[in-house]
């Protein structure tokens, strides 16, 4: 189907199950039909009007119409050495491209997604921020990366247990997008995907923090930290020149009292910039007002960029100076290096092999 045969059709796969009954009402067809749609996309994961063989022909003929679903193509499939990391390059129906990635550790998976086309946040480690920034991604973008991958591993008597928006994009610049994706992964018509089981982490943009705390109870929160000190924090993340850190602070101390959930905080470690043995004593006192997890990740280099990663003795000391002082953190182990699949790696490209490797 080419964009002219879609352009003036709708996208039916980004509404919820309310909506979309409200617009076949608009169309002809019947609220048990938008029941039976609803079932097969969401559900059942097929997206072939022809395919929904529970509906008529005729009414077939209306949807094939009057509707149009999101186009998704898988471009290429990358599995790094160990297994543990799989990454997928995928075509969107402009032509743009996204990655998203899957981790799997002892059967179980979690799922990276992409929320935006580049990103305009510019962290200045992050492979994402080299990419000019192109547009948000629909809801049903976001939602065709998750169905893709749990197809994937349903042929494997697999499926998903964890999603994070932690790939390309800042998910609170599109919001209502990554919301409503959620959403209908947990309706129990389609996925029943616990909310539980979603984790959104952003670069700190506080007025969305702030909505998030009074729409939200269940998500989880992860902050991208990586310095509790506004010069070196500034110089690698430059929201953290429009909400500094005390400001954020404030907020995801609100956050914590209203919701009584576990922030997480991701924090790269970066060598001669943020994990001396200071460091790991301003990031402890910034700390005592949450309850909290910290994941320690070490740097993946980035090509051009000029930050190198620490020893591994280095990554491990500060490790253990957190972890004396009571605090829960976590080291995480690099995953999906060899592959750029590894936290801030990622950057899709035109240029890269159409084939499976």
């Known amino acids: 189907m080419t964009a002219t045969d ?3 059709k709708i996208d ?14 608009d169309t002809g067809l019947k609220k048990f039909n938008a029941n039976q749609v609803y079932d097969w996309l969401h559900n059942k994961l097929v997206f072939d009007f022809d395919k929904f063989t529970n509906i008529s022909k005729h009414d077939r003929e209306i949807l094939k119409k009057k509707f149009a679903l999101p186009k998704l193509v898988h471009r290429s499939h990358q599995i790094s050495e160990d297994r543990d990391t799989e990454k997928f390059l995928f075509e969107l129906k402009d032509r743009r491209l996204i990655e998203s990635v899957l981790i799997s550790h002892k059967n179980r998976h979690t799922l990276c997604v992409s929320s935006q086309i580049g990103c305009l946040i510019g962290c200045d480690f992050c492979a994402t ?11 049903s973008e976001i939602l065709m990366q998750f169905y893709h991958i749990q197809n994937y591993l349903k042929e494997k008597n697999e499926k998903l247990g964890n999603v994070v928006f932690m790939g390309m994009g800042e998910p609170f610049l599109n919001y209502d997008n990554v919301i409503e994706s959620i959403n209908i992964l947990n ?11 979603f984790t959104i982490s952003t670069s700190g943009i506080v007025p969305v923090i702030n909505k998030f705390t009074e729409d939200e109870n269940q998500i989880n929160l992860a902050i991208s930290l990586h310095s509790v000190k506004d010069d070196i924090r500034s110089e690698l993340m430059p929201i953290n020149k429009t909400y500094k850190v005390k400001e954020l602070k404030e907020a995801l101390i609100n956050y914590q009292k209203k919701t009584k959930n576990r922030i997480t905080f991701e924090y790269i470690l970066i060598d001669d910039l943020n994990c001396e043995t200071k460091d790991a004593f301003e990031l402890m006192n910034f700390l005592h007002s949450f309850s909290c997890l910290v994941n320690l990740i070490p740097y993946n280099p980035v090509a051009g960029k000029p ?26 182990e690099t ?23």
């Open 335 to 357: 995953k999906g290096q060899d592959i750029a699949a590894a936290c801030g790696q990622l950057k899709a490209k035109k240029e890269m092999d159409n084939g499976k490797q």
């Open 129 to 139: 921020a080299t990419m000019k920034y192109e547009r948000n991604l629909d809801a």
């Open 307 to 332: 930050y190198s990663t620490p020893s591994k003795k280095k990554q491990r000391e500060f490790y253990t100076l957190l972890k004396d002082k009571n605090v829960n953190v976590t080291l995480r």
């Open 187 to 197: 309706s129990d018509k389609g996925q029943n995907f616990s909310k539980r089981n």
């Open 12 to 25: 039916i796969l980004g509404f919820n199950l309310e909506k979309l009954q409200n617009i076949f009402a």
């Open 6 to 8: 879609t352009k003036d």
